[in-house]
């Protein structure tokens, strides 16, 4: 027990998050059994770390972080572990990488039902269904997403200014007073192009090569974060790289089913698995038409957001297909997107039609009233023209 609390401490102590996330104020931390997913690489051991700094001093015992890749956790399992933490005083046990346990599910349900003083937080993948597929967490556990830096986060961390974030109401109805807010203070054109290139992912702050560990961090998404946790034989991780690759390189389309089951050497059904498994793990979206949904064919794949697009194929990005994938991606956290009948078009939350497009050459287009324009090249709006980085405000 003395080692985790060393190691807590330190890492606890050494801690670095310029950005605080704000599912920080969205969690209800009153809560016993709290499950924080999300993809691989969006800071979910500092998010972890951050809440023990911000709400326990680094000598208090109440508090413990500690990560199931230690291999003392083979032997013994989180439940009687916590047994230990709680009758040293301990109230708030903080799991990362829960997955990595043996019966993980089982065991958190024997903390729930043991100990009601203890409060547990753990991380996991965003393949994970907690509730699907663990019916013994259904009742006890409160699920949040953490998603990877808005180009909000991203601007504040880059200016050193604190705006806040947005709802898609206020930025449709306010848009115009919303920039003459900003632009005084910040110019998010100078800006955005990093964010659509490298900013979505935190460890762009580290000392890397951010596309090497981009990369890296891809091959863990489908290695461990697929494999392990939908339990598919090794064998068949290639398939499931081909397959990933060909859907990246391939763009924002609607994916030929039998062409890959040819290519992958699988049936139909398979590879429709497989991008499931793919848009589970944060690596693409899947976009339907309004009322469709798996395990219907999508109408079109993208990539989960735009950093992905120039790990893969960094000479060949098409610009407007980079920003149609931010503004999926922007959406995502709290609204459907849906295929609109035309191409650059989506329909997001069933009624409001959006087209992405290029302020320099719009000029071509017919305006249409019921169309809400979101414009890259530019920093300002008017109407139901609204610069397309302001939808990186919603979060």
Known sequence: MEAFFRTHTYLVEHVHAPVRRNLMDEICWNDRMIGI?????????????????????????????????????????????????????????????????????????KCYDLYPQLKVVFTGSSVMRLKEENPELNGIVKSYNLRGFSFREFLNLKTGTNFRAYSLEEILSNHEHIIKYILPQARPQLYFQDYIH??????????????????????????????????????????????????????????????????????????????????????????????????????????????????????TVDKQDAMETFFVNSMWKDHTVNQANKDHFYIVDGNKKFRICDAKSEQKLRMSPDTIYARYNTEIGKDNQIPLWLLGFLY
């Open 198 to 315: 490298h900013g979505f992912y935190p460890f762009f702050l580290e000392q890397r090569n951010f596309s090497e560990n981009l990369l890296k961090t891809m091959n863990m998404m489908t290695e461990v974060d697929i494999l392990l946790i939908k339990q598919i034989e090794l064998k068949y991780l290639t398939k499931i790289k081909k397959l990933f690759y060909q859907l990246a390189v391939g763009g924002p389309k609607a994916p030929n089913i039998s062409q890959h089951a040819i290519d992958i050497e699988t049936s139909r059904a398979t590879v429709m698995n497989y991008i499931k498994y793919l848009a589970d793990a944060r690596l693409i979206n899947m976009i339907y038409p309004v009322g469709e949904d798996f395990p219907k064919k999508p109408s079109k794949v993208m990539m989960h957001n735009s950093n992905l697009m120039y790990a893969i194929y960094p000479n």
């Open 37 to 109: 997913k999300g993809t691989r690489g969006v800071g979910k051991t500092t998010f972890l770390l951050q809440y023990a700094k911000e709400n326990f001093d680094t000598k208090d015992r109440q508090c413990l972080y500690i990560n199931m890749n230690n291999f003392y956790f083979q032997e013994r399992g989180i439940a009687d572990f916590a047994g230990d933490f709680v009758r040293h005083g301990g109230r708030v046990l903080l799991i990362d990488q829960v997955f990595k346990q043996p019966n993980w599910s089982s065991e958190l349900r």
